[in-house]
């Protein structure tokens, strides 16, 4: 009897790091705005392990969760790979020359970051 329960509940652990470890592996996914007091924009929309880029010469993006990193490729673009953060639903990288944050649609730094810049 406690061999049995003692394999449920080895399953059912094993179940849950599975469903956490592929939650996680997603997490990325979703639309990601550039605001501050001058913009309120899309800027990139990543799925799975690719994205594209809304505006600039880029077209697409490959992500490396990984090794954090983002390499941008387009037809009028050398490909560039920049290293990326990604914490709180802020997705932080240096893709124009200048390192910005990018809010998660619908996220709670997205709404503090409205709020923030008096978009909301």
Known sequence: ME???T?????MSAFLL???????NNSLDGEY?????????VAFVISGDMGTIRHGDAEGVTIDKEKSTIQLSGENIIKLTKNYTFKDDVFT???SGIKHDYYKKDSKAYQEALKKYVYQ
């Open 3 to 5: 061999k049995s329960i």
């Open 18 to 24: 599975m469903a956490c470890s592929k939650q996680s």
């Open 93 to 95: 990288v240096d893709i």
């Open 33 to 41: 705005y550039w605001i501050n007091e001058n913009k309120n924009e």
């Open 7 to 11: 394999l449920i509940l080895v399953s």
